[in-house]
């Protein structure tokens, strides 16, 4: 049984869309083919008809996973967060104490990082090293490449 992960609403709503997507057009796409290669003749010596039904189990599959992460989904609301913290969610604006290069990174769950963007997943090095921290207060976080120290510049959501 898996257990609840939280996300933001454009993330479960693109969740939701791709289900709709899998459980309308790809289902439909596959019962086409299935059809068409059953109309080809001998089923038994019939290889896109094992390809189109090996393809439609892997799509139902992958339709029940994603319809159990929907159910168990759970919606982060923000207006019950402390906006004096780095929590998830948390747009931080921070300052390399190294070399005064100054970066923002927005706290999002795991499945919806997107380092291009400046989504960093909460369980990531430097995003555990900030949660919690008020802005003024400094971190000194492991990361591969050793270690780095960052002041907190900006908190906002």
Known sequence: MAESR????EGLQKLRDELDYLSTVERKRISEAIAEARDKGDLSENAEYDAAKEAQGLLELKISKLQ????KARVIDESKMDKSKVLILSTVKVKNLKNNVVMTYTLVPEKEADFKSGKISVSSPIAKGL?????????????PAGTIELEIVDISR
């Open 68 to 71: 159990e992460i929907v159910s």
């Open 131 to 143: 949660l919690g921290k008020s802005v003024g207060e400094k971190a000194e976080i492991s990361v």
């Open 6 to 9: 939280y996300y933001t609403e």
